[in-house]
């Protein structure tokens, strides 16, 4: 199993972006969800999605403007960011929870930059 994701790119402050995730092979996911990491600094947690129930969670600084979602036909999820803030700016990756024990799988990331 593989997470591929895409949709990074240079926006400006208040704009949005839309990164994907899309799963190759079959993935069994209790949860799937997003993480970044900004320069000089550990990754954090962005935002979670159940697959099954569609639940979802997120971090307090992106709650209102990131929304997550998934397809299950085409094994792919999805983060929609707006209001985008420069401190946004980060590398986001993609992350699966096979078993709700813990990310045991990740992608590639994918750089999102917010300039001012």
């Given amino acids: 199993v593989q997470l591929q994701a895409s949709g990074g790119g240079l ?3 208040g704009g949005s972006l839309r990164l994907s995730c899309a799963a190759s092979g079959s993935i069994l ?3 799937m ?3 970044r990491q900004a320069p000089g600094k550990q990754r ?5 999605i159940r697959w099954s129930a569609g ?6 600084s992106v709650k209102g403007r990131f929304t997550i979602s998934r397809d299950n036909a085409k094994n792919t999820v ?5 209001s985008l803030k ?6 986001y990756y993609c992350a699966a929870d096979p078993q709700d024990v813990g990310w045991e799988i990740w992608g590639q990331g994918t750089l999102v930059t917010v300039s001012s």
Avoid: I, N
Avoid at 44 to 48: D, H, K, Q, R
Avoid at 78 to 82: A, F, G, I, P, S
Avoid at 86 to 91: G, L, M, S
């Fill in 78 to 82: 999805y983060l929609q960011m707006d």
């Fill in 33 to 35: 969800g997003w993480f």
């Fill in 55 to 60: 639940s979802t969670h997120y971090a307090d």
């Fill in 44 to 48: 954090e947690f962005v935002a979670a």
């Fill in 11 to 13: 926006v400006q402050a």
């Fill in 29 to 31: 996911s209790r949860k």
């Fill in 86 to 91: 420069p401190e946004d700016t980060a590398v």
